[in-house]
């Protein structure tokens, strides 16, 4: 039509006209992220190469008031990279060069299309690494990254993005170009850098960061125990967490998970484990060697009937792989599913996960838990079948209860996912509404015009059709698993 | 005269009554609270509010004197361990976040804007906000409790905050590692920074042309590591005695090594360290200890301010003035001012409440 083909004509005056998409078959590739039950169709998708190009794109956007939706990977598990059918999507992915890695500094400066594991494993030859690591990271995008403060298995000690980004480059929606923080892990002056972090996309585009690099740890002690209940597998982590240690990864599984991680990788879990627990020390040998003694003794005054220490590198591979694997796993035992992944007080665990079962025995709709429980960060798998009249419906119902729970609790409705398209009618049970005026006001300082992945994480009218998908094309293709 | 509020409620509807409102701590950057209007004192809203050690969290008053928390924490075997700057001079949980200050214990797990997770805060319009939340992992919203630290008091006055606190080191102890030039000085944190031994804090003295290493770990593993610290660089490196080990740290906090009258953080990194140092040296009455591993530099300036400036701007540095006299440049060297900094305050302080940033 007239209209798509001038949108068409004057973004490839941009970039290369080969960049621009209109058509059906491209533009359906983009028309959702992880979280498929959402979908829509935007009008183009523009596959910007340089920053330059990125910039000129968004003052265009800003110049006419067309919305624009940046993306990585499209990994998004909140519908955070979900298009606005008004408007295009500026696909990142080819600005994917590591600009800079600096030995001295212990910095990578990095496009914004660079994936995650990669940043790892440059820095790696000189025994330095990138550390947040969520279950995508061979695939998500440090853009991703930063825009959701993406999280992983080792935030208790390490936190989250936001921790380790200490500057970046960015055009804002309204096309101004800034440098915030630098590559000092010190910054004076508000931290722009860190409000930029976690911003969902509602700012503008990230086209350089500076990522903070930390020394590979030069040892792992990874243990696998086994409780015959969820609730000793989180009396379990309490003791660890009140011995001192500070172990760099602390995480559960409960039975349904487990079995879905079993038959998918056959990660060889002890048998007839209604929780594993994985605990994980890190650093110095000496040191290693030392907390370790006391974390024996800790994990024998619990109830495991079963309890491995990984000998070497593959055996500790392999008790992440059936971690790591669990929610694709889970796909496996159910033709559709949803993530949630809000945060309660670590105390408060036990008695959350038995009202999520509570919960899940008065619906009849299965949960499988995964979980960060060293953070309090659940993960519960809502198992449903979309073909099912009403399935989808009452599987957000139940998330739905879930996330009021961990409000209730002190918690929070997002420990990693971020709010995004899903969540959002949630942000008010959160927040007051002097609390959420206040973030409006943000988000008009940096988008007066609100182009900048519009309808995310503020309460809004309509969402885009709701419908069940099943997994990512890329999850279904075994690229990608989700925790 | 001074307005002392004890409740937020209070702070909000001082802030309301005034034209200009500025907030002072305890007054140990005391710079960061010259200016014009009104004066809230904040040490009417102390205390702690919520301390439960196993979620790793608490919660207190903007006013609370961090002293008081890391005696509270350290009752339970916790410790905010960036080691807050000014601690021992009364420094309170409020001022440190505004003034975005972190001590040496920085180095290892990061700083003030790694562990505070959420706030609430009088915005420029008197109305009570929350930010963040108090879990140690939240991705709700975006994250306004990071956008506060540095905010020196411009963005909004903080009444409340919530950190994340972490398990002490059973025992540390603290090495001297001879450094005796700067070049030599950075080649050596470097090493330390890179190795395996997973320093806790490290600071390079060019007064003393020494760096202080602080090892956190169970006792067999400290005399084990500092073994091999000393034989990377034989006959160089020194075990501090607790004694010794007290003061070395207590001065990198509070700044007592620093007799010029006027003092200025400078955030560096260890490639550019030597190039500051170099400058330090070739101005009169103008020293710097280099903190966290050489992410910071504090240095205290006793005579004119002009070659200080001029040196850091021609270095791409930029430096922030928080104790001296009240008509000295808040700034120093080359500050970036987009506009987003000035649609940012006016989002938050339309009126021009709080001090111009
Ligand atoms: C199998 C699976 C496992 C996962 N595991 C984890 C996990 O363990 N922990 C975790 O935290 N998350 C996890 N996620 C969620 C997801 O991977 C993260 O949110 C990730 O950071 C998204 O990266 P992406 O490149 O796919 O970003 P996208 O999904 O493409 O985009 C995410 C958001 O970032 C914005 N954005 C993208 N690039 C930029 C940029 N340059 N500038 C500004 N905004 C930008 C988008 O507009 C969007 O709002 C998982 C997802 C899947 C599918």
């Keep these: 039509m007239a209209a798509g083909s001038q949108l068409q004509h004057s973004l490839a005056r941009l970039v290369a006209p080969d960049r621009v998409y209109v058509d059906d078959v491209h533009l359906a590739a983009y028309e959702s992220d992880g979280l498929t039950v959402f979908r829509a169709r935007p009008r183009a998708v523009v596959v910007p190469e340089t920053s330059a190009e990125v910039v000129a794109v968004v003052r265009w956007c800003h110049g006419n008031a067309v919305p624009f939706v940046a993306r990585g990977s499209g990994t998004s598990l909140s519908g955070g990279s979900l298009p606005v059918e008004e408007g295009i999507v500026i696909a990142l992915n080819r600005l994917d060069r590591i600009l800079e890695l600096d030995p001295v500094d212990r910095v990578a400066v990095v496009e914004p299309g660079v994936i995650n594991l990669d940043v790892s494993v440059a820095a790696g030859e000189s025994g330095l690494y990138f550390a947040p690591d969520p279950s995508s990271q061979t695939i998500c995008t440090i853009g991703g990254n930063v825009a959701f403060n993406s999280g992983g298995a080792h935030c208790l000690k390490y936190g989250m993005t936001a921790n380790h980004v200490l500057g970046m480059k960015a055009v804002l929606a309204t096309g101004e170009v800034v440098e915030f923080g630098g590559r000092s892990r010190e910054h004076i002056g508000p931290d722009f850098t860190g409000l930029f972090c976690g911003s969902e996309g509602l700012f503008g585009v990230a086209l350089e960061t500076t990522l903070r690099l930390l020394p590979l740890p030069e040892m792992f002690h990874t243990v696998l125990a086994g409780y015959r209940s969820l609730e000793e597998a989180g009396n379990a982590v309490s003791a660890v967490i009140e011995s001192g240690l500070l172990p760099g990864a602390l995480e559960i599984m409960d039975a349904l998970a487990i079995e879905a991680a079993e038959a998918a990788v056959a990660c060889g879990y002890p048998g007839g484990a209604a929780a594993v627990l994985i605990v994980e020390l890190e650093g110095p040998r000496e040191k290693v060697a030392a907390e370790r003694v006391q974390l024996e003794e800790i994990l024998a005054a619990t109830n495991s009937f079963e309890s491995r220490v990984a000998a070497d590198a593959e055996e500790r591979a392999t008790i992440w792989k059936g971690r790591k694997s669990a929610f694709s796993a889970v796909g496996r035992l159910s033709p559709d599913f949803i993530v949630q992944d809000g945060v309660v007080p670590r105390t408060r665990l036990g008695e959350a996960l038995r009202r999520i079962g509570e919960m899940s025995a008065e619906t009849g709709i299965r949960v499988a838990n995964v979980f960060h429980a060293g953070d309090g960060n659940l993960h519960p798998l809502i198992l449903f079948d979309g073909r099912e009249d009403g399935g989808l419906e009452r599987a957000e119902a139940l998330a739905g209860r879930i996330l009021e729970m961990c409000v209730a609790m002190g918690g929070s409705i997002t420990g990693e996912h971020g709010v995004g398209m899903e969540k959002r009618a949630y942000l008010p049970g959160m927040f007051s509404e002097d609390d959420i005026d206040v973030m409006k006001r943000v988000r008009a300082a940096f988008d007066p015009k609100e182009i900048a992945n519009p309808g995310k994480m503020f309460p809004g009218p309509e969402a885009p059709a709701l419908t069940a998908h099943g997994l990512h094309p890329l999850e279904k293709a075994g690229v990608i698993s989700r925790e | ?357």
Excluded at chain 2, 150 to 170: A, D, H, N, Q, Y
């Design chain 2, 1 to 357: 005269m001074a307005g002392r509020p004890t409740s937020a409620e209070e702070v909000a509807e001082a802030v309301r009554a005034h034209r200009q409102v500025r907030v002072r701590g305890a007054g140990t950057k005391g710079r960061l609270v010259d200016g014009p209007g009104e004066l809230l004192e904040m040490s009417g809203l102390r205390g702690i509010e919520e301390y439960e050690a196993s979620e790793y969290t608490f919660t207190a008053r903007a006013g609370t004197p961090v002293r008081e928390i890391e005696e509270a924490l350290a009752e339970k075997g916790q410790y905010l361990p960036f080691d807050p700057m000014f601690a021992g001079a009364g420094a309170t949980l409020g001022g440190s976040v505004a003034a975005g200050f972190s001590g040496p214990g920085r180095f290892r797990y990061g700083g003030m804007r790694d562990f505070l997770l959420g706030v609430q805060l009088v915005d420029g319009r008197g109305t009570l906000v929350r930010s963040g939340g108090k879990v140690v992992k939240n991705a709700a919203g975006f994250d306004l409790p990071k956008f506060m630290v540095g905010s020196l008091g411009r963005m909004g006055i903080l009444t409340e905050v919530c950190f994340k606190v972490f398990p002490r080191p059973r025992r540390t102890r603290t090495l001297r590692i001879a450094a005796p030039a700067p070049a030599a000085a950075v080649e050596r944190l470097v090493r330390v920074a890179a190795s395996r031994w997973e320093a806790d804090a490290l600071d390079y003295v060019p007064r003393e042309a020494a760096l202080y290493l602080r090892l956190g770990a169970p006792g067999e593993a400290l005399d084990s590591l500092a073994a091999e610290i000393e034989a990377e660089w034989p006959g160089e490196v020194a075990v501090l005695d607790d004694e010794a080990e007290r003061a070395c740290w207590l001065s990198s906090r509070e700044m007592t090594w620093a007799n010029g009258g006027r003092r200025v953080k400078v955030p560096v990194s260890p490639s550019r360290m030597a190039a500051l140092q170099e400058l330090v040296d070739g101005l009169d009455g103008c020293e710097a200890r280099f903190a966290s591993g050489g992410a910071v530099a504090w240095l205290s300036v006793a005579a004119s301010l002009d070659a200080l400036r001029d040196g850091l701007a021609r270095a791409g540095l930029i430096g922030l003035l928080f104790a001296g006299p009240a008509d000295d440049p808040l700034w120093l060297g080359k500050r970036s001012e987009p506009a987003i900094l000035a649609d940012m305050k006016q989002a938050l302080d339309p009126d021009g409440r709080f001090p111009a940033i």
